[in-house]
Structure formats: structure tokens, C-alpha cells
């Protein structure tokens, strides 16, 4: 597996295994045919209510820990000076770990320069090797980045051909932040698998449409963690390192997103009131 790496010095495969939306009873079976077929980078969250079924199949694996990228979220009701260090700790012991690889605020909302504080800590005692953030939008990680000691790693963020976000990528390419793409596939949503230029794309490489997108991803330097329940789509997906779009393909893959199509925004007060009381 490709890796690439973080501006703290550690290496992270491109590539890995998302888990939102799996249901905890099917997770453990999925994140098994992940390692199976080779992924090593896993993605969770406090949120998504699978931390326990993420840890039983890392396991069950039998996969060597040094091998694995694991990644984990802090939620937004713990995002404080106050909270941050229990609901780490939580998280750990649901993934029977001794420490995680990378460790996300996953939204840009509350004390996140407090909870930062504590995540600092926790990378300094070696209870946590890289340190990020998610959804923080180029203004926010800017000012983020520059009133912090210790830079935050990487940011996660929605991206995927309808929602391209070059913006995102000049900031944190100038930051020296790695990117990586949550809904990649836009969740599967907006006709994405039967898009024409995609399609046609795909046809010209022999690959399928979900290769051409990671593909697209992947030579942005931009970091993916698709989510599937097939071990056959696991498979398709992490086949991807065998053909590469040229820069005809990578122009016209950019004019999709005349048509925008964006799953979260952030900057909607509906949706930051949606996410702020999931919690709840
Ligand atoms: N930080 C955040 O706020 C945030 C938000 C959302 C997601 N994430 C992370 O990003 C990961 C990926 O995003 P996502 O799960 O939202 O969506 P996604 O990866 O864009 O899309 C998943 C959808 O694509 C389908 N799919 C996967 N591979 C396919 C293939 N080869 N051919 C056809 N269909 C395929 C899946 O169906 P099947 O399962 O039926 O195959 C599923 O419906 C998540 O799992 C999570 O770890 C983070």
C-alpha cells in the first residue's frame, strides 16, 4: 500500500476502510474482509457507535498492530478542555488498544483549541501518534494552524466529484495539512455511478467508476477512506494503484462539479444544529 507522509513525520496509507453508517453488529465482519484484503487503515468515530466491532476484528485479524493505521474522531459534546481526555479514553478501550494513530476533532464546532490541548498531552504521553481535524473549512484551519505549537496533521473533509474542493486543497497543500476525502463516492448519492464523463472515463482505463474517482483522489495527493459492505467492492476499491488518468481525464473530471452537489455544509445553521444535537 501507497503511504503517504504526515507533517509530524509519521507515515499513513493512502487508501483505507471507512465504517460511518455500518451497522455495529455488521462492523466487525466487515472491517475483517477490509484487513483481509489488504487494507490497513481503518476509520472510525466515537459517533458511529462501531469503536467496540472496529476493535474485535482488529483482533480477530490477527494483523501485526504496527501494521494498522487506526483512526478515531472525538464528537462535538467532548470537544473541551474538560472532556476531551475521558472521551479518548473511551475510545480506546472500545478499540482494545494501547494507543491510536490519528485522532480527529470531528467537527469544527465548541472548544476546539481547548480540546487541542488535551490531544497535545495525549500525543506527548504516546497515547496517540498524529493528531487532526475535520470539517474545518480553509478559514477556519488557517487560524487553527497558526495559533497552535503542534499543526494539526491532517483535516478530513467532504470531497468528491461533484464537490471538488480546490479551495480546500491550495490551503492546506500551502499549510503542509494532509487532505482526506470522506464521500468520496458523494455516499453513492446524485447518480454518481452512472455520471456520463465518469462513465466514459472509466471505459477508456478498463476500470469502474469508483476506481477513477479514488484514482482522481490519490493523484491530488488527496487521501481516501471508502466505505463499502461488499468484500468484492472492498476489493475494487483498493485496486487502484495499476493505471493512472492523465491530465485530459483530470480536466474533465474538474467540470463535473459545474453541477455542485454538497452532502454537509457546514456553514448551514440547520445542519450545525442537526449535528450539534446528535449527541444528545
Ligand atoms: N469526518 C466526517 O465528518 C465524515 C463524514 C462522513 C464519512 N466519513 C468517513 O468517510 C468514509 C467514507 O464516506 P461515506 O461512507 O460517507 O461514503 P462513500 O465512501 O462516498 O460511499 C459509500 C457508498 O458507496 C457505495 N460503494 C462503495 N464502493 C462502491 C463501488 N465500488 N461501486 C459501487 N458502489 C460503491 C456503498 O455501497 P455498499 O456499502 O452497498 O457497497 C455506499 O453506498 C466513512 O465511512 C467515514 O469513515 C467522515
Known amino acids: 500500500m501507497q503511504t503517504i507522509a504526515l507533517n509530524d513525520g509519521n507515515k499513513m496509507p493512502i487508501l483505507g476502510y471507512g465504517v460511518f453508517q455500518i451497522d455495529p453488529k455488521e462492523t466487525q465482519k466487515c472491517v ?21 466491532a472496529v476493535g474485535a476484528a482488529i483482533k480477530a485479524s490477527g494483523v501485526a498492530r504496527n501494521e494498522l493505521f487506526i483512526t478515531t474522531k472525538l464528537w462535538i459534546n467532548n470537544i473541551s478542555r474538560n472532556n476531551a481526555k475521558a472521551a479518548f479514553m473511551e475510545s480506546l478501550k472500545k478499540l482494545g488498544l494501547e494507543y491510536i494513530d490519528l485522532y480527529l476533532i470531528h467537527q ?5 483549541y481547548g480540546a487541542w490541548e488535551v490531544m497535545c498531552e495525549l500525543k506527548k504521553e504516546g497515547l496517540v501518534k498524529s493528531i ?3 470539517n474545518f473549512y480553509p ?7 497558526f495559533n497552535n505549537e503542534v499543526k494539526p496533521a491532517l483535516n478530513q473533509v467532504e470531497c468528491h466529484p461533484f464537490l471538488p474542493r480546490f479551495d480546500f486543497e491550495e490551503t492546506m497543500k500551502n ?17 454518481i455511478f452512472n455520471n456520463e464523463i465518469l462513465k466514459n ?28 459492505l461488499s468484500k468484492e467492492r ?47
Open 32 to 52: 475483517e474482509d477490509a484487513l483481509s484484503v489488504g487494507y490497513r487503515l481503518i476509520d472510525t468515530a466515537a459517533i458511529y457507535g462501531n469503536e467496540s
Open 108 to 112: 469544527p464546532f465548541n472548544d476546539s
Open 132 to 134: 487532526g481535524v475535520s
Open 139 to 145: 478559514d477556519k484551519l488557517t487560524d487553527f494552524y
Open 175 to 191: 499549510l503542509g495539512v494532509t487532505m482526506q476525502s470522506w464521500a468520496s463516492f458523494a455516499e453513492g448519492k446524485n447518480d
Open 201 to 228: 472515463i472509466a471505459k477508456k482505463h478498463n476500470k469502474s467508476i469508483a476506481q477513477v474517482i479514488l484514482r482522481w483522489l490519490i493523484q491530488r495527493e488527496i487521501t481516501v477512506i471508502p466505505k463499502t
Open 234 to 280: 472492498m476489493q475494487e476499491n483498493i485496486s487502484v494503484f495499476d493505471f493512472a488518468l492523465d491530465p485530459k481525464d483530470m480536466e474533465q473530471i474538474a467540470t463535473i462539479s459545474q453541477n455542485p452537489f454538497i452532502i454537509c455544509n457546514h456553514r448551514d445553521v440547520k445542519t450545525a444544529e442537526f449535528l450539534l444535537n446528535l449527541a444528545k
